[in-house]
């Protein structure tokens, strides 16, 4: 029970205010070096990857549709899935190149 009235703050004692917002500014500091810094360098890298696509390269769609680029657009991007087979799809669908990916057999 003593060791209760010990943590306890002094009556009249006033507390720093710094001391009393460094976990806050702490909390945050940590969750942006953490979760929002790496998100926003992936989009510079997503979106640099989208302006560099041309014709021939093999990509990978957000709904896993494997295809070659046919034909770019300002906001789309014809894909040749198979033989007579092409899609239109949205140019921010496009995630990830193919290209350099050897098939596994």
């Known amino acids: 029970m003593m060791n209760y009235l010990l943590m306890a703050p002094q009556p009249g ?8 917002f460094l976990p806050l500014v702490l909390i945050i500091v940590v969750f942006y070096f953490f979760m ?10 997503l979106k640099k990857f989208r302006e560099s696509l041309g014709k021939g390269d093999k990509v990978v769609t957000t709904g896993g549709i494997y295809g070659k680029v046919v034909e770019i657009k300002d906001n789309y991007v014809l894909l ?4 007579n087979v092409k899609l239109r799809v949205d140019k921010s669908a496009v995630v990830k190149d193919m290209s350099d990916v050897t098939p596994q057999k």
Do not use: G, H, L, Y
């Open 13 to 20: 004692a006033e507390q720093n205010p710094i001391t009393t």
């Open 36 to 45: 929002i810094r790496p998100q926003v360098k992936r989009q510079k890298e």
């Open 80 to 83: 040749q899935v198979d033989d």
